[in-house]
């Protein structure tokens, strides 16, 4: 294959919210800024899916609302176990964010008097998330890549198709790094000041998601292999309702929360509303993990519908029909597949990483030279993640990260040559050469995913942990005789087995400190540690010695906020499975 080589001040490693908006930062600061997707630009990444809701505490819809109580609430749901300093700039710093967007473009509901309309959403105390109709996700990605489009920007060059999967270090700091194209025969060595990675989540590490294919954790396990610190990777959100039938829709998160707060109820096969047996007076109102896990045990416990799912009842919402004609893309659109919509079969799909890269209050890894923002990154969202609290994090993190990448870069350092040889012939032995005991990437991939899902999903238990640690380590030992195809469809199997590779790996830090955490917390439910304990208000933090994963305890500093002073604590401590 042929090579480019590249240099820059700041590289961005992904282009969604965050890395556009780390870009727009750098550039803003004169860096010379390199800003790469791995798909198409502007396309690629979880960010055009978002649906609905961008929380800021701007106060339009509801005076009563300010950015102490978004960082309480926030602090509440992540069950204590949130970096409070990293909570305290997000919910700070995310009202600037949306007149940011409003600048580079971003046509925002308002109401007639030019107010920003503002949606509530389970966990939030007052109206806090200011949208665009169903859409929000993708008009943030757009009025980002609008920006970056500008004549002003042009000291950001944006390569596309661009799979990164290794990081080049120099004397300790990260210095760049290798990828190779997707479309065409070639390897890109970039040399850079200074890296970002905005790489999102690792839903496709579970079989069953709502995030985009190429979420694979990828910038975890390069911040991971360089020597960065990990934390929480025992914690991952589930979406309650996602649609179970017609199975091309299996997955696909029916929006929004806001339909449990709006009368939507659920009902098991045999006609029972069995969220009102667990929760008279919530009954659906209750934080995601709560809902998807009574869901789940639900079906376990035989009383699911036909497809594995509990039946979702729309036909008690006032004025859905209006409410519907307002969510084309989930309603209308759906009605296409044969979905009824007042009557449809949901289940829980994995919605978001929790855990991931830590970070301090800039931004930075403990890597010098390595920063992370946005979904990519561990700390902010604790054990759980309210609704609309994901787009202004990566917006707030990305400006600090974009800001202290150009700071702190230092351009001097070459790549080390037997690191980038090393990187080459890596993805080199991957094509197949169809010899005899080669292994095809994708029963690996495939086992892997369920594997996580089944058994450190939703609900877990020590043994099906122990099970899933000891199949996890059989998996391990068939990496080495992993192989892609060959061709150029054959660049995306090199890419597949590679990622194959990564939610291997990263699959084992997810199990390892779930059987760690004995209790429950948030999205980690345990049945034999059912409880939630005092003793575990701790973050499990994980980094790879260069020879193996070393797991460590962290107490969190209850910096702003204790357990008992929040004003929501009494109710979400009652609302424990
Ligand atoms: C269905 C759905 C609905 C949601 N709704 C909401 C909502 O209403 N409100 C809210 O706040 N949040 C919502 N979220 C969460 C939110 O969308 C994400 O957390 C957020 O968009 C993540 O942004 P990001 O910039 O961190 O990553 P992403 O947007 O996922 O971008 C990742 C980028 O990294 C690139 N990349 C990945 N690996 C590599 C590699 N190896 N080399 C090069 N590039 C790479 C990708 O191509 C992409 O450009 C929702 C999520 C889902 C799945």
């Given at each position: ?14 282009s969604?919210a ?13 860096a ?9 630009f ?13 929380d ?27 970096n409070q300093?990293?909570?305290r ?14 600048r580079?473009g ?13 949606l ?21 990605q ?7 489009r ?13 799979f ?11 210095n ?7 479309q ?7 040399q850079?000041?200074s890296t ?27 911040a991971?292999?360089?020597?960065a610190?990990?934390m929480?990777?025992?914690?991952h959100?589930?979406?309650p309702?996602a ?6 829709l299996?997955?696909v998160i ?10 939507m109820k659920?009902?098991?096969d ?7 047996r667990?929760?008279p ?21 035989g ?12 036909t008690d ?9 307002d ?5 209308v ?12 079969e949901v289940?829980?799909?994995?919605h978001?990483?929790?855990?991931g ?10 890597v010098?030279?390595?920063f992370a923002a ?13 609704a ?6 990566c917006?707030?993190?990305?400006e600090?990260?974009?800001?202290n ?10 790549p ?10 890596k ?8 010899e005899a005991?080669?292994?095809p990437?994708a ?12 058994k ?5 238990t ?5 099970e ?5 380590e059989?998996?391990?030992g ?9 061709g150029l ?9 590679l ?27 345990r049945t034999?540690?059912?409880e ?9 933090v ?7 994963a070393?797991?460590t ?6 910096k702003y906020?204790?357990p ?13 499975v």
């Open positions: 294959m042929d090579e480019v080589r590249l240099k820059c001040d700041v590289l961005v490693i992904g969604g965050a890395g556009c908006r780390a870009a727009i930062e750098a550039s803003e600061h004169s010379d800024v390199i800003l790469t997707a791995k798909g198409v502007g396309k690629s990444g979880t960010t055009n899916l978002a649906c609905v809701v961008y800021a505490a701007l106060g339009h819809s509801d005076p009563n609302d300010s950015p102490q109580i978004h960082f309480e609430d926030s602090v509440v749901y992540s069950r204590f176990l949130a300093e990293l909570v700039i997000f919910t700070w710093g995310a009202p600037k964010t949306v007149y940011d967007l409003e580079y971003l046509p925002w509901y308002k109401t007639e008097d030019g107010r920003f309309y503002q509530n959403s389970p966990g939030l105390r007052y109206n806090r998330g200011v949208h665009y109709n169903e859409s929000t996700g993708k008009k943030v757009t009025a980002l890549v609008r920006e970056l500008r004549p002003s920007r042009r000291n950001v060059r944006i390569v596309e198709d661009l990164i999967y290794r990081l080049l270090m120099r004397d300790g700091r990260v760049g790094a290798v990828g190779f194209d997707l065409q025969d070639r390897f890109f060595v970039i850079a000041g970002i990675l905005a790489t999102g989540g690792m839903g496709m590490a579970y079989s069953v998601t709502d995030m985009e294919a190429g979420a694979c954790g990828d910038g975890l396990y390069l991971y292999e360089a020597g610190d990990l929480d990777m025992e914690m959100q589930f979406f309702t649609f179970v039938y017609p199975e091309s299996r997955g029916v929006t929004s929360s806001q339909l449990w707060k709006m009368g659920l009902y098991n045999r006609g029972e509303r069995f969220m009102a667990h929760f007076d919530e009954c659906e109102d209750v934080p995601r993990d709560i809902l998807s896990r009574r869901i789940f045990m639900e079906v376990a416990e009383r699911g519908s036909p497809h594995g799912g509990v039946w979702a009842d729309t919402i006032p004025a859905f029909d209006d409410f519907k004609k969510r084309p893309r989930t309603y659109w759906k009605e296409k597949f044969g979905v009824k919509t007042d009557r449809f289940a829980p799909t994995y978001y990483t929790l855990g890269i830590r970070i301090d209050a800039g931004a930075r890894t403990k010098p030279g390595l946005g979904e990519v990154t561990g700390g902010i969202h604790g054990a759980n993640r309210l609309g609290n994901a787009l202004p994090e917006m707030v993190f990305g600090i990260a974009g800001n990448a150009t700071a702190e870069c230092r351009t001097e350092l070459p080390d040559e037997q690191q980038v040889a090393m990187a080459k012939s993805v080199l032995e991957l094509v197949s050469g169809g005991g080669e292994i990437y029963s690996i991939f495939k086992r892997t995913r369920r594997l996580l899902y089944d450190a999903g939703i609900i877990r020590g043994e099906s942990l122990k899933a640690a000891r199949e996890i059989e998996i391990k068939l990496l080495p005789r992993l192989r892609s195809g060959a469809s054959g660049k995306f199997a090199m890419a597949r087995a990622e194959t590779e990564m939610i291997v790996r990263l699959g084992e830090l997810v199990i390892n400190s779930s059987l760690m955490r004995t209790e429950s917390r948030g999205a980690h439910f034999d540690f059912p939630t304990s005092p003793a575990w208000l701790k973050n499990i994980v980094h790879w010695t260069g020879e193996e070393r797991y305890t962290t107490p969190v500093e209850l906020l204790k008992g002073e929040a004003l929501r604590d009494v109710k979400s401590a009652n609302l424990s």
